[in-house]
C-alpha cells in the first residue's frame, strides 16, 4: 500500500537558518504531493502540494518540488522564523476504491529558537 | 475563504458511552472524510463517504464507528461505546468535485476525545 517516510524530529533551528525536511514515498500510480503544516493548538493547513512530477509547490517561502525518479518531496525553506515552529506533514493523495485517501508521515517538529 | 468546522473543539466522555462528533465540510464539496490522530502518532485515515454511503473504510473503522450526513450540511462520526484507545484528535475532512487524488482535502481544526 501508500506509505510516506519523513525524518522525525525534533527539528531545532536558529532564526534565519536553512530548513529542509525529508520525506519518501511509495505508492502505485501517480499520486499528489501535499505539506500540511500543524501549528501548536490548532488543525491540519495545507501549506502546498504538487499533483506531477517535476511540479514545485511553493507557498510561505516553502517548497518543494515532486521527485519521481526519487520518489522524493522534500521540504525546503531559505530563511525560518520564529513563527514557522510547527509539526509538518508530508502526505499523499492516493485511489483507493476510485476514491481519494490521504496517507500522512509520522509528522517532523519544527522548533525555530530566536 | 470557506473552511471545514468541527465541534466540539474538545470531549471528554467516560469509557462505554457514546460521542457524536461533528463536522460541516466545505458547502460545495462532495467527499467527506474522517482521520484520527492519537497523541505522538501519525494521522490514520478512518472513512470516506460519497454520495451518502461510505466509500471506504479501514481497518480501525469496526463495528463501533459510524457516520452519517443527517442534513445538508452535517457529517458526523459517532462512537457507540467509547474504549480508552479511541483517546485521540479526529479531524474531519472534505473535497470538492470529483474525489480523485489531483483534489486537496481540507481539514477542520479537529476535535480532541479523551476517553476516561
Known amino acids: 500500500g501508500d506509505s510516506v517516510t519523513q525524518m522525525e524530529g525534533p527539528v531545532t533551528l536558529s532564526e534565519e537558518a536553512f530548513l529542509t525536511i525529508n520525506c519518501t514515498y511509495t505508492?502505485?500510480?501517480?499520486?499528489?504531493l501535499f505539506w500540511y503544516v500543524q501549528y501548536p493548538g490548532e488543525g491540519l493547513q495545507l501549506l502546498l502540494k504538487?499533483?506531477?512530477?517535476?511540479d514545485k509547490g511553493s507557498n510561505k517561502g516553502f517548497e518543494a518540488t515532486y521527485r519521481k525518479e526519487t520518489t522524493s518531496f522534500h521540504l525546503e525553506k531559505g530563511s525560518v522564523q520564529v513563527s514557522d515552529s510547527a509539526v509538518y506533514f508530508c502526505?499523499?493523495?492516493?485511489?483507493?476504491?476510485?476514491?481519494?485517501?490521504?496517507?500522512f508521515g509520522i509528522g517532523t517538529k519544527l522548533q525555530v529558537i530566536p | 475563504e470557506p473552511e471545514v468546522t468541527q465541534t466540539p473543539s474538545h470531549q471528554v466522555t467516560q469509557m462505554g458511552q457514546e460521542v457524536i462528533l461533528r463536522c460541516v465540510p466545505i458547502?460545495?464539496?462532495?467527499?467527506f472524510y474522517w482521520y484520527r490522530q492519537i497523541l505522538g502518532q501519525k494521522v490514520e485515515f478512518l472513512v470516506s463517504?460519497?454520495?451518502?454511503?461510505?466509500?471506504?473504510k479501514s481497518e480501525i473503522f469496526d463495528d463501533q464507528f459510524s457516520v452519517e450526513r443527517p442534513d445538508g450540511s452535517n457529517f458526523t462520526l459517532k462512537i457507540r461505546s467509547t474504549k480508552l484507545e479511541d483517546s485521540a484528535m479526529y479531524f474531519c475532512?472534505?473535497?470538492?468535485?470529483?474525489?480523485?487524488?489531483?483534489?486537496?482535502?481540507?481539514f477542520g481544526p479537529g476535535t480532541r476525545l479523551l476517553v476516561l
Open positions: 504538487a499533483t506531477k512530477a517535476d
Open positions: 505508492a502505485t500510480g501517480y499520486p499528489s
Open positions: 463517504f460519497y454520495n451518502n454511503e461510505i466509500s471506504e
Open positions: 502526505a499523499l493523495g492516493g485511489l483507493s476504491g476510485g476514491y481519494q485517501k490521504v496517507t
Open positions: 458547502s460545495n464539496h462532495l467527499y
Open positions: 475532512a472534505s473535497t470538492g468535485t470529483s474525489g480523485g487524488y489531483r483534489e486537496t482535502q481540507y
